[in-house]
Nanobody, 115 residues
Framework: QLQLVESGGGLVQAGGSLRLSCAAS????????MGWYRQAPGKQSELVAR???????KYEDYAKGRFTISRVNAKNTVYLQMNSLKPEETAVYYC?????????WGQGTQVTVSS
């Protein structure tokens, strides 16, 4: 009943920027938290950032100062602005949403950072 669709990934040079978008549709009422995870080849999925309905944010240390998460609640849309990208941050970036204790995931968008 809830679908998440990511967009905005692509190929960027080291030091460049991308903005990822994630739009929720279907039964998208009362989404508590939306966030971003990433998974590089051969590595475990890791949290990038998340934001709740009140606008409170949480970032992993590597993202602080370079990445910004924002949310438009009326549209159930979350964004991730990524600046100063590094080659080691090449990964599939996944959007997630939380309703109570239920987690929902998008299909992911590929981000490739070339050196």
């Amino acid at each position: 009943q809830l679908q998440l669709v990511e967009s905005g990934g692509g190929l960027v040079q080291a030091g460049g920027s991308l903005r990822l978008s994630c739009a929720a549709s279907g039964n998208s009422f009362s989404i508590d938290v939306m966030g971003w995870y990433r998974q590089a080849p051969g590595k475990q999925s890791e949290l990038v950032a998340r934001i709740n309905s009140g606008g409170n944010t949480k970032y992993e240390d590597y993202a602080k100062g370079r990445f910004t998460i924002s949310r438009v609640n009326a549209k159930n849309t979350v964004y991730l602005q990524m600046n100063s990208l590094k080659p080691e941050e090449t990964a599939v970036y996944y959007c997630n949403a939380v309703i109570r204790i239920n987690y929902y995931w998008g299909q992911g968008t590929q981000v490739t950072v070339s050196s």
